[in-house]
Antibody, heavy 120, light 106 residues
């Protein structure tokens, strides 16, 4: 079945970086885009950016520009999200989610989420 | 950025009720709107895309309508499994989500 499986929880100190992985299975990885969406405690879902699984093109939310890098390894059907210069406000659950080209059908498959805690 | 505002923020209802959640966009998004259901500790689940198209496997008691700036999600005959938080999301210009509507048991 189609699924996205993310890496485990992380605890980081302020100023550090975190890299979260999202392994896809059950579909052709290069035919879809992969997005990263986070949810801080008690907050709404927030789109961070996406990568085109086929050509690797990336687009980032202005809020994270300069701090975020999304990459992919097509041979492993895995997408990665790295966030730098972490601060306490980055404590959140981070999800990957896929869309078909043009996002016509919305985000139809989601990863289980990775909790990132930023604390000194 | 396009802002999305949902109402109400909290909704109390009983099993068997019909409920409606509203989502307003700060500018026209045509029909590029999705609805998601989220339960505590779980990932969001897609219910509706393109404002009114039901995602495969989603019960037909869920329906969506609207275009432009005003949209609604209606749940007919609430079931115990439906008590959750619901989010709208625009994807006309990248992606933004509403603040969520928590559907509680009355």
């Amino acid at each position: 079945q189609v699924q996205l499986v993310q890496s485990g929880a992380e605890v980081k100190k302020p100023g550090a970086s975190v890299k979260v992985s999202c392994k896809a299975s059950g579909y052709i990885f290069t035919s879809y885009a992969m997005h990263w969406v986070r949810q801080a405690p008690g907050q709404r879902l927030e789109w961070m950016g996406r990568i085109n699984g086929g050509n690797g093109d990336t687009k980032y939310s202005q809020r994270f520009q300069g701090r975020i890098t999304i990459t992919r390894d097509t041979s492993a059907s895995t997408a990665y999200m790295e966030l730098n210069s972490l601060r306490s406000e980055d404590t959140a659950v981070y999800h990957c989610a896929r869309t078909a080209p043009g996002a016509y059908y919305g985000m139809d498959v989601w990863g289980q989420g990775t909790t990132v805690t930023v604390s000194s | 950025d396009i802002q999305m505002t949902q109402s109400p923020s909290t909704l109390s209802a009983s099993v068997g009720d019909r409920v409606t959640i509203t989502c307003r966009a700060s500018q026209s998004i045509s029909s590029w709107l999705a609805w998601y259901q989220q339960k505590p500790g779980k990932a969001p689940k897609l219910l509706i895309y393109k404002a009114s198209s039901l995602e495969s496997g989603v019960p037909s008691r869920f329906s969506g309508s609207g275009s432009g700036t005003e949209f609604t999600l209606t749940i007919n005959s609430l079931q115990p499994d439906d008590f959750a938080t619901y989010y709208c999301q625009q994807y006309n210009s990248w992606f933004t989500f509403g603040q969520g509507t928590k559907l509680e048991i009355k």
